[in-house]
Nanobody
Framework: QVQPVESGGGLVQAGDSLRLSCQAS????????VGWFRQAPGKEREFVAG????????YYADSVKGRFTASRDNAENTVYLQMSSLKPEDTAVYYC????????????????WGQGTQVTVSS
């Protein structure tokens, strides 16, 4: 079993950058797809970025493409989400998740979820 633990959230101003980290305890992330999702108040949880267990180019939601960069460090058993040019609409609780399946985009393919970290972007 993998237990993701997120860190790095906080309060920033529009245009700032922030890096989120997600470290796995228990088993390694190596053999799992890893995804970042976010949930704003009153909204459904939505896909932000995902990396296949095979590696390769990460996948991104259109709303963050060009601003966010996901990466994984298998040696450190950690995944990262580098967020730049942050906007107020990026305000949400950000979750890291691990799972398996044909797609990194959908929550149903993720078995293990972190507790989330709050990101607040002020205008």
């Amino acid at each position: 079993q993998v237990q993701p633990v997120e860190s790095g959230g906080g309060l920033v101003q529009a245009g700032d950058s922030l890096r989120l980290s997600c470290q796995a305890s228990g088993r390694t992330f190596r053999n799992y797809n890893v995804g970042w999702f976010r949930q704003a108040p009153g909204k459904e949880r939505e896909f932000v970025a995902g990396i296949s267990w095979r590696g390769g180019t990460p996948y991104y939601a259109d709303s963050v493409k060009g601003r966010f960069t996901a990466s994984r460090d298998n040696a450190e058993n950690t995944v990262y989400l580098q967020m730049s040019s942050l906007k107020p609409e990026d305000t949400a609780v950000y979750y890291c998740a691990a799972g398996l399946g044909d797609s990194v985009y959908y929550t149903k393919y993720y078995y293990y979820w972190g507790q989330g970290t709050q990101v607040t972007v002020s205008s």
